[in-house]
């Protein structure tokens, strides 16, 4: 299973990205802010596509163990860019938040490098030998304060959807890697009664929270978006209204071409086809997984689960808000959204977990070769010796 999994992953990707194309042409000529060109967006997210395939090709050829040796320049270099969100005309400040940076030709979000810093960051710790992962200082404590660097420069962008979701693969990273249970709760526990103030406190985000638990009350308001995807996803039923035949992408359904473009694919192509990119995450989760699994050292099998769970988590928490499973929160669904700088993240996990595949591939291969001659060698002496 573990040979094939490689191009089951590569297999899921690549559909994923398919109905994302189709989905966002389909979408992004209705879309407010196209500036009058109906191709601005597909054009942008195919520019971005091929961008992420060269750095899909480049990780998957680059020893994953580059990573760990350079993740302190990379883990730098991730605190500048989300500081440099905070000075003026270089970052850019849409819908309230600080989450862009302006390169001129295109804006880039840093909370997606912050992804891939800190989770090489914290497998870098946790694979090193004089680590032990059961302590409280260094197998609890310093990892902390390594995600908490990050976070503290995040959470002030009011971007509390990246924040959320760094901390939980934190949590989870640390987890696999064997911190104690007992350090990790408390933490949570404080973690998720802080978020709950602090949602309860800010106008915006009590809106939605009110509105996810009475969604008929506020499908007016704060509700209005996930009210308009229940609306697509039963518009289009078990085979969907055909591509292009979406009515909710009409202007009733806002941000059909990023955080709420699954809605559409329900509405236009049915429930198979929603159902088919359901069955995709979970052949990526599974397949990651796996590959993670097989790794030959420590630090790739961290690497790659932590670069699958922050995939998994934004796949499950779109999804779970598209379905009015969870409050509203803006996480792009990876692969399929429009956005240029998550695709290019995705991809590059992708690369990743290609390399460690490929490099656990080979040690097992070359451990299967000694063992093979090993056993010649002893069968040999043992027909000298008759």
Known sequence: MHRKSVYLLLAAIGTLIVIGCVMLFSTSAFALDHRGDPGFFIRRQLIWLSIGLAGCV??????YNFWRKNCRWIF???LISLALCFVPHIGMKINGSRRWLNLGVASFQPSEIAKFATVIALAAWYARKDVDERSFLRGFVMPCCIVALPLTLIAPEVDMGATALIGATAFGVM?????RLGFLMPVVAGVVSAGYYVATH??????RLMAFRDLEKYKLDAGLQQYQALIAFGSGGAEGLGLGNSRQKLAYLPEAHTDFIFPVVGEELGLRITLLVVACYLVVILCGVLISMNSRERFGMLLGFGLVLVIALQAAVNIGVTTALLPNKGLPLPFVSYGGSNLAFCLLCAGVLINIYRQGLNEKETTSRTTVLAARTRSKRRSVRI
């Open 175 to 179: 987890f696999v890697a064997g911190a």
């Open 202 to 207: 800010i106008p915006e985000r009590l809106g």
């Open 58 to 63: 480049a990780a998957s050829i680059l020893d």
């Open 76 to 78: 730098v270099v991730s």
